[in-house]
């Protein structure tokens, strides 16, 4: 699979779930009609943005690639955002962004997405706070269960 | 009864199946627009200006276009998006364009708001006259905005009643007559229609370089149009209109490429459209189909005016254009800094137009007759007064 059709997959999971709000998404061909497209800024002024941030019971950021092996850069930099903002930073942020009101205080979870884990699991360079979203063989679990009960149990892990 | 709904891209494709699919295109076939090259005969006429992000084809015939623009686009680049609804009307089919009616300058990584601004009160003005001309629906939806003045995600509740009504006409206009659309959605949507007459009624200005030209009049000289744009024209605004006056330049005069009529050798009127930017294909392409509009609906030639786009990238008219830029950006020196003194900029404006200006080559641009304003203006425009030569296509 693509990184776009991991990307729109993802996105239509997250939107037939009512256990989950679609804050952001960074949509392939750049027409941001379904959500916002929020950015962060960490103190360096630098630029991150993830392809999906999703609030179900946490606050999940992901990226998607079409490989894990793709991804392993997008696990450094989802952890660098969370260790260089900070975890309130962060939610003020995005909730700022997105126009939320509420002022819980959600763990962050991170995640990313690929359609092919040609890593078979994991690398040396795989961030141990960084779950994995295998979309090769996600989708049952997720029709069964829905997305949110799916990422809720990549946290027990 | 054959119903595709074209997308042109992923994300049309996703609203489309998600909110249009419903009762009567539930069975429509939902494809992806196709390239001008690969496109059935249908589809060509619109695809040859631009793409629309919902085509609806009903039997072999378009029945509805819809254009969204999340950006709802201010200033000089209100028309950025209406060549395409202007073709779609001009073409005979209704057309529908979604976008927030005013929006807050800002860039969603800076803390403070910024005042609303209106989108062009003439886009508004324009669509409801061009149904009229065209006996089509023309129509313009609110994209509402959210907390920070921008577009809101369709499928917020912000958002979701008007994406809904927006469904709900595109598929009404679906299987009614083209013809008849017009009195149908003033039937039907008459909120809508009241929508666009209250932000077609905003006071605007900005009109300055479209306007009458009495005939005859030397086409191949600079001077009629010195003479017919306002008083001071390139003095006062932006310094960059100094660059429209060197490459206009006061004493050339221009060949003539073509075998158009020569209509200004004759008494009558034209209508005319003074690009004083350069080279860029968006916002140009709509005025140049604003004013097509105009001259369409008064019977009148179009002549376009667009100095700083050259038809011979290495003739020696550009080549002395951009000799001057990099001259003044150099030394200050030169055509361009000559020109400013004439129009009578301060020796402070200069400075800090000189300290701005890039001397990239396209500030003076090469005319491509295979691009999108190259297309249009082919379709369009009777007379195009380039830097160098006046282009009078056949009609």
Not at chain 2, 4 to 26: F, H, N, P, V
Not at chain 2, 194 to 217: E, W
Request: glycine share 6%.
């Amino acid at each position: 699979m693509t990184e776009e059709e991991v990307s729109v997959a993802l996105f239509m999971a997250a939107s037939r779930d009512d256990e989950i709000e679609v804050l952001s998404w960074q949509s392939i061909d750049g027409k941001n009609y379904f959500a916002f497209d929020i950015k962060l800024r960490l103190p360096t002024n630098e630029r991150m943005e993830p392809d999906l941030i999703l609030k179900s019971g946490s606050l999940w950021l992901i990226e998607v690639k079409g490989l894990h092996s793709e991804a392993i850069d997008d696990e450094q930099k989802l952890v660098r955002l969370v260790r260089e903002l900070g975890e309130t930073q962060v939610v003020e942020q995005v909730y700022r962004r997105a126009g939320k009101l509420e002022r819980d205080a959600p763990d962050i979870a991170l995640a990313v997405a690929f359609g092919e884990d040609d890593l078979r699991g994991s690398s040396q360079r795989c961030e141990a706070s960084v779950s994995h979203i295998n979309w090769s063989i996600a989708p049952a679990e997720v029709e069964r269960a829905g997305l949110a009960r799916y990422l809720d149990a990549l946290t027990q892990v | 009864m054959a119903l595709t709904i074209y997308c042109d891209e992923l994300s049309d494709e996703l609203l489309a199946r998600q909110y249009l699919c419903r009762d009567g295109l539930s069975a429509a076939t939902v494809e992806r627009l196709p390239s001008l090259a690969t496109a059935p005969e249908v589809l060509k006429p619109l695809l040859r200006w631009e793409r629309h992000d919902w085509v609806i084809v009903r039997d072999g015939v378009i029945v509805c276009t819809v254009e969204f623009s999340r950006h709802g686009y201010t200033g000089d680049n209100g028309f950025q998006r209406f060549a395409r609804l202007f073709r779609s009307a001009s073409l005979g089919t209704p057309t529908i364009y979604f976008t927030p009616f005013s929006r807050t300058r800002l860039n969603e990584l800076d803390e403070g708001l910024q005042a609303p601004r209106n989108v062009a009160p003439e886009l508004f003005q324009t669509l409801l006259r061009m149904g009229e001309t065209y006996n089509v629906a023309c129509v313009g939806m609110n994209w509402p905005t959210t907390h920070d003045g921008t577009a809101a995600p369709l499928t917020s509740p912000a958002a979701l009643p008007q994406l809904h009504q927006l469904c709900d006409l595109v598929r009404a206009l679906a299987v009614t007559a083209p013809g008849a659309s017009l009195d149908f959605v003033a039937d039907n949507f008459p909120d809508v229609v009241t929508a666009m007459r209250t932000q077609a009624a905003i006071p605007f200005t900005g009109t300055a370089t479209r306007g009458l030209l009495s005939l005859p009049v030397e086409m191949t000289e600079s001077r009629w149009i010195w003479d017919w744009l306002p008083d001071g024209y390139f003095g006062h605004g932006k310094a960059d209109k100094v660059l429209a006056a060197v490459a206009l330049a006061l004493e050339r005069e221009r060949p003539v490429v073509g075998e158009g009529d020569p209509f200004w050798e004759r008494e009558g009127q034209a209508w005319v459209l003074f690009l004083g930017y350069q080279w860029r294909p968006d916002p140009a392409s709509g005025l140049v189909a604003l004013a097509a509009e105009t001259a369409d609906r008064m019977g009148l030639p179009l002549v376009v005016v667009w100095p700083r786009v050259f038809r011979d990238r290495n003739g020696a008219d550009r080549r002395s254009a951009l000799l001057a830029l990099n001259e003044f950006q150099a030394s200050g020196t030169g055509a361009v800094y000559d020109e400013a003194v004439r129009l009578g900029l301060s020796g402070d404006a200069i400075a800090r137009f000189r300290d701005r200006v890039s001397t990239n080559d396209n500030q003076f641009g090469t005319y491509a007759a295979n691009s999108k304003p190259g297309r249009i203006l082919a379709d369009v425009a009777a007379a195009v007064v380039l830097g160098d030569v006046i282009l009078a296509p056949p009609t």
